[in-house]
Every structure is written in C-alpha cells, then in structure tokens.
C-alpha cells in the first residue's frame, strides 16, 4: 500500500484566497483524522470521521474551516477565507477500527504558507 | 489547555547514551498512551505504545515506563544512535479509535 497519500505537498496563497487539501486514507481504513502542526500549538485535531461520517469536529479553529469525507478515499480539508495563522502543516491520518490496533499512519503533510 | 505534558522541550546525548522523555496527564480516562516519532519533513510514525494495566513496555532500544498512580509515563531510549535524532510526542486517548491527545514534543539530538 502507498499509505496516506496527501496533495498538494505545499501550498503558498495569499491571505482571502480559498484553500482546498486533499487526503486519500489507506485502503480499508475506517477512521480518517485532519490534524495542524505549528511550532506555537504543536500537533492539534482539527477533526475526525469515521466511515465518511464526521464524528468529532470540536478542533476546527472556525467557521472559516470545513471538512468533507465524500467516500471513503478521498477527504478534503478547505479553508475560505484563509488568513497568514493559518500556516501550518497540516497531516491527515487514517486507522483502521476494525484491525483494533488503534495506531494512526500519517501521511507525509501539506505544508501551507498564506501571506 | 494541554491535557499531555511533555518534558523536556529538547535533549542532547551523545551516542550510546539513554534520553529520556517525560510525560504527564490529568485524565484517568486515558487508557491507551502512545509515542510517536517524528522526522524532519515527515509525518509522525507511531514507535510504540503502552496501556494502564502494564508497567513498561519494551520494543527493541525503546522502552516506556508506565506509573499509574503518578499519571506518568516516559520513553526510554537505550543505546541511542544518531539516527534515533528526531521529535518524539507522547501522547494519551480515551477508549476510542484514536482520538489522540498530544503531548508538545521533544526534539532528542544523538552525537556521533
């Protein structure tokens, strides 16, 4: 398996522009995580859904941020409008609940830069 | 409000040493802890992982040291190497799949 896979790898926009991350979780996995790491907060959970479903969205910072999980390949993570705080990486994680392992495999992030 | 309390912020050892990191938690409802590393320009990677019932946990060079009572746990590197340099997160969650608190992270420096 190619494991998460996350695009665009960087992002460089400027402030008021929409953004939109994408997330393809590992095959078979039913839970996919939207975490943010920054040096000031560290790694926080924005959101997480569980079989397309959005279980837990009390991490997402503000209106301006939503999530979608429209089938279970492929999720998005858009900010509009996004402002200079929001630069960050940020990692979508996927794990399978039903393997009972509990381990979250990470992709390898989305760097964004908004000036 | 940071419900894992990591220490400390950084480390530097030299090769062959053992860093060891901290970490502490409030919750009593955690009951699944696990350590995370982390390479420059890489997602976390999960390294190992612990639960309340068991005291230490070891994998390889790596070792976590669970005290209850205390509400602490800590990562023990042993014989460390310079490519064990890295950021390691603690981290805690509470009988779900995976809702994972973490802790603020340790970067750990090995000399040659």
């Known amino acids: 398996d190619a494991g998460v896979i996350q695009s665009p790898r960087h992002e460089v926009t400027e402030m008021g522009q929409e953004v939109t991350l994408r997330c393809k979780p590992i095959s078979g996995h039913d839970y996919l995580f939207w975490y943010r790491q920054t040096m000031m907060r560290g790694l926080e959970l924005l959101i997480y859904f569980n079989n397309n479903v959005p279980i837990d969205d009390s991490g997402m910072p503000e209106d301006r941020f939503s999530a979608k999980m429209p089938n279970a390949s492929f999720s998005t993570l858009k900010i509009q409008p996004s402002e200079p705080r929001d630069s960050a990486v940020y990692f979508c994680?996927?794990?399978?609940?039903?393997?009972?392992?509990?381990?979250?495999?990470f992709g390898p992030g989305t760097r964004l830069t908004v000036t | 409000q940071q419900q894992v309390k990591q220490s400390p912020q950084s480390l530097i050892v030299q090769k062959g040493g053992i860093p060891i990191i901290n970490c502490a938690y409030e919750n009593t409802a955690f009951d699944y802890f696990p350590w995370y590393q982390q390479f420059p320009g890489k997602g976390p990677a999960l390294l190992i992982a612990i639960r309340p019932d068991v005291s230490e946990k070891k994998e390889g060079r790596f070792t976590i040291s669970f005290n209850k009572s205390a509400k602490q746990f800590s990562l023990h590197i042993m014989d460390s190497q310079p490519g064990d340099s890295a950021t390691y997160f603690c981290a805690a969650s509470i009988n779900s799949w995976g809702k994972l608190q973490f802790g603020a992270g340790t970067q750990v420096v090995v000399t040659p």
């Open positions: 994680a996927s794990t399978s609940g039903l393997a009972g392992t509990y381990e979250q495999y």
